[in-house]
């Protein structure tokens, strides 16, 4: 059961082979503690799969039905997010996001070892398959997406993520990398934005 006292929801999906330990989840459960106590911070640890991924945002969804949920995703997290934003209308944070993680992933084909779960498991054509039936072509409401780039990003292209979300709100910045450094000088920002 949750506590009835819950209103408002943040939840935090991490990126590929990454956990709720991220710096920026970090840094944003520290702020909203500080700062926003009224907000229930959520980063759970998303399964290898792409379709228990999703189930398990599902799950949060319905636990915390009722509540205003609002989302911050990563890289891969920031994909699953904006299936979110499409399936609940809830308002969304990207984080340099993973556009096409189908391509992406290809080139890790084979056995995997997650290295926070420490679960082996298998990237091929049904994992493909999966993260392809969540994609999203067409977003529908681009008014509650606010997407954070930096061009230096060493594993995705900035500019997939420009044509992608070009309806919605965008910061790109020069420099920087994957992480999205200097996440913390948006805390206030963000929380503005979702709520």
């Not at 399964?47 to 599902?58: G, S």
């Not at 082996?120 to 997406?145: E, G, S």
């Not at 965008?170 to 979702?194: N, P, Q, V």
Request: glycine fraction near 6%; aromatic fraction near 10%.
């Amino acid at each position: 059961m949750r506590d009835p006292n819950i209103t408002k929801v943040l939840l935090s999906l991490h990126g590929f082979h990454s956990s709720p330990g991220s710096l920026k989840a970090q840094q944003m459960r520290e702020y909203l503690q500080s700062e926003h106590p009224d907000i229930h911070f959520i980063c759970p640890q998303l399964p290898v799969f792409p379709e228990q991924m999703w189930q398990t945002i599902e799950s949060i969804f319905n636990q915390y039905e009722g509540c205003e949920i609002a989302v911050m995703g990563s890289s891969l997290g920031g994909f699953l997010a904006t299936n979110v934003a499409q399936q609940y209308a809830a308002k969304v944070i990207l984080i340099n996001p993973a556009v096409t993680p189908d391509l992406l992933l290809t080139r890790y084909q084979g056995e995997q070892t997650h290295p926070h779960l420490l679960e082996n498991y298998f990237i091929d054509q049904d994992y493909v398959q999966q993260l392809v039936a969540l994609n999203v072509d067409l977003i529908n409401l681009p008014k509650n997406i606010w997407v954070l780039l930096q061009e230096n990003d060493e594993v995705l292209d900035y500019r997939e993520a420009l044509k992608k979300y070009a309806q919605c709100k965008i910061t790109c910045e020069k420099g920087g990398d994957h992480s999205f450094i200097g996440f913390e000088r948006y805390l206030a920002e963000i929380i503005h934005f979702l709520y």
